[in-house]
């Protein structure tokens, strides 16, 4: 992932690291525990923070531990990021060797929501 300071370093994928991510919108990665990158994103009508919360909700990738997202707000700047990071990380629900492909990720909305499931101590 390119330098930039609007970037991330690794982050375990858990609600209270989810809730500290901007709403900007930009490019997310999803990453195995084997730090694989599973699959490369970009927000669109949503923020990076909405996003990731559709898919730690949703799970579709199974076997997430961690993340990574650059913030930016350029479209352009964006899908240029992004397509990078495909043509370099070769993430395979990217790439059609997973259960999921390019633009074909879509992640509905359920009635159960994680955010605020875990008891308040």
Not at 9 to 16: M, N, V
Not at 109 to 117: D, E, N, P
Request: overall charge negative.
């Amino acid at each position: 992932m390119e330098a930039a300071t609007n970037a991330s370093g690794l982050i375990e994928f858990i609600p209270e690291n989810v809730e500290k991510v901007p709403e900007d919108p930009g490019v997310f990665l999803i990453i195995a525990s084997s730090q694989k990158v599973l699959y490369v994103g970009k927000t669109e009508d949503e923020g990076l923070r909405e996003s990731l919360w559709n898919v730690l909700e949703e799970q579709p990738f199974g076997g997430t531990e961690f993340f990574k997202y650059i913030a930016e707000s350029d479209a352009a700047k964006a899908d240029e990021i992004a397509a990078e990071l495909i043509a370099e990380l070769k993430p395979p629900h990217n790439l059609g060797y997973g259960r999921f492909r390019n633009e074909e990720v879509t992640l509905p909305k359920q009635g159960h929501s994680i955010r605020h499931a875990a008891p308040n101590p």
